[in-house]
T-cell receptor, first 116, second 111 residues
């Protein structure tokens, strides 16, 4: 069965600190996709990254970086030098390539507070 | 600009009054879905569509209907809304297994 676990419900850090959001997933498929979405207070879902199961290369985009490790079924997200604008709920999500319903399974989200 | 649009963005209605939330995408995607987001429950899929005239139930379809008469549109219909359908609704589209693009969300309050 598919499952995404974000064990951290809420995190608060002071601005400019680094913060890592954890994501652990479960799937039986060998081909799948992992995502991170950001949901700011305004409510929309902002796509941040997609990774397919065959690409374990870590990715960096500005202050954001992602660490994908199949051995531990984890796809963690790090924000370096956090800023107040990073305050949001962050969702990790999983989609299996053979899913007929094209469903994305979301974790419950991690609410991140960046304190000035 | 590639986008998914939803209307209305905010809606307050009363129990039993039929309503429709529209969704449109301009990316020629085959797949479209509806999700609802509730505190503590996360996002759950309501219905999905693989192509025109092909729709199927997701995890929480009770009380909802959809149609896919054109590739770009995928309206969500609540024939007789009830208070437990108060939620934040998202429409999404994709090629299938690829990145899902979400609409801006519709906040629905059923009194």
């Amino acid at each position: 069965a598919q499952k995404v676990t974000q064990a951290q419900t809420e995190i608060s850090v002071v601005e400019k600190e680094d913060v890592t959001l954890d994501c652990v997933y479960e799937t039986r498929d060998t081909t799948y996709y992992l995502f991170w979405y950001k949901q700011p207070p305004s409510g929309e879902l902002v796509f941040l990254i997609r990774r397919n199961s065959f690409d374990e290369q870590n990715e960096i985009s500005g202050r954001y970086s992602w660490n994908f490790q199949k051995s531990t079924s984890s796809f963690n997200f790090t924000i370096t030098a956090s800023q107040v604008v990073d305050s949001a709920v962050y969702f990790c999500a999983l989609s299996e390539a053979m899913n007929r319903d094209d469903k994305i399974i979301f974790g419950k989200g991690t609410r991140l507070h960046i304190l000035p | 600009e590639a986008q998914v649009t939803q209307n209305p963005r905010y809606l307050i209605t009363v129990t039993g009054k039929k309503l429709t939330v529209t969704c449109s995408q301009n990316m020629n995607h085959e797949y479209m879905s509806w999700y609802r987001q509730d505190p503590g429950l996360g996002l759950r899929q309501i219905y999905y569509s693989m192509n025109v005239e092909v729709t199927d139930k997701g995890d929480v379809p009770e009380g909802y209907k959809v149609s896919r008469k054109e590739k770009r549109n995928f309206p969500l219909i609540l024939e007789s809304p009830s208070p437990n359908q108060t939620s934040l609704y998202f429409c999404a589209s994709s090629w299938g297994g690829e990145t899902q693009y979400f609409g801006p969300g519709t906040r629905l309050l059923v009194l």
